[in-house]
């Protein structure tokens, strides 16, 4: 089981930025993809961003393409989100998540972090 803990969040205004960060502490950090997802109240889950070991695979949702930015770094063992011209939308909570490559392609973890709560004030 692999533990991976978020932190980064908090109050936001809207058209703010704000930069979530995922700390794994498995021994190795070498998970084939990293993904951030949300689930907003009566939304379905959302991959918002993921990303492979080299860092060039890259994918987000719509919703967020053009705004946030994921990154990692393999040697921390950190897993980062960018986000940009936060909008109200983008509230709720923001969960750090790895596995292997259905991960990039079905969007399908194999673990996750408890996540962090953003809160977009007007």
């Known amino acids: 089981q692999v533990e991976l803990v978020e932190s980064g969040g908090g109050p936001v205004q809207a058209g703010g930025s704000l930069r979530l960060s995922c700390a794994s502490t498995s021994p190795s950090f070498y998970f084939d993809a990293m993904g951030w997802f949300r689930q907003a109240p009566g939304k379905e889950r959302e991959l918002v961003a993921a990303i492979n070991w080299k860092s060039d695979l890259i994918r987000y949702s719509d919703s967020v393409k053009a705004r946030f930015i994921v990154s990692r770094d393999n040697a921390k063992k950190q897993a980062y989100l960018e986000m940009s011209k936060i909008e109200p939308e983008d509230a709720t909570v923001y969960c750090c998540?790895?596995?292997?490559?259905?991960?990039?392609?079905?969007?399908?973890?194999?673990?996750w972090g408890r996540g962090t709560q953003v809160a977009v004030s007007a």
């Open positions: 998540s790895a596995g292997t490559w259905d991960l990039l392609v079905t969007g399908t973890p194999d673990d």
